[in-house]
């Protein structure tokens, strides 16, 4: 046996070798092939929730009755709170979507600042500034970020990726001081960018959580929003 074949026997190895390793292992790699373009990979993988700053989410708010600066250690009472029953968790600023599978750390993000919730949103899921505290009345903004299916678990790329799979009814717990909130899905809207979201019955008088991501996943071009009211129990 020549050099030659030799050399076509170890490309022809190789080629199987490669195309038994993509079918096994597609799940994991798909997301190679979900863009067209490399570059428009290279900016999604690295950015891949653009444009969010404090005038696209000024719509997303009803009127808080609660004092717009909220820090997670304090204990808060009074004018504004609602009476809840909660839970003991020995989880602290956590999100939890049972339904989904989701359980992440929440970032209390401190600006608004599209560079500032862009670091925050590397390490969980962000807790929008002028949001009221779990139990007030108001409403809670999260924002987190999607991606197209198969993506790597890089950071936190790829939280809210699946949130459309929720329906009325669905729990979403946040866990807090010791505490633990849940949170009954109302409503699943797709919206425009910067665009109201329909209050579906909903009003300022409730206490509301309400998820924001890119849709469609990984993708700039509209906004999915899920509303959840307080479970007061």
Known sequence: MDKVQIKKILKFAAIVYLASF???NWSDVSWIFNYKEVSGLIT??????????????????????SPAKILPEQNLG????????????DKQNTLEIPKISISVPIIFSNSADKASLEKDLDSGVAYYPGSVYPGQIGQIVILGHSAPPGWPKIKH??????IDKLSPGDSILIDLNNKQYKYIV??????????????GGLSANDSILTLISCWPPG???QRIVVQAELFAG
């Open 22 to 24: 993509l079918i096994v």
């Open 44 to 65: 999604d993988f690295f950015n891949p929730y653009p444009s969010i700053d404090a005038s696209t989410m000024n719509a997303y708010f009803y009127p808080n009755h």
């Open 78 to 89: 009074g004018q504004g709170q609602e009476q809840v029953n909660t839970v003991y968790t």
């Open 157 to 162: 790329d790829w939280v809210f990726t699946n």
């Open 186 to 199: 109302k409503q699943k809207t797709i919206i425009q960018r910067g665009a109201d979201i329909p209050t």
């Open 219 to 221: 993708k700039d071009y």
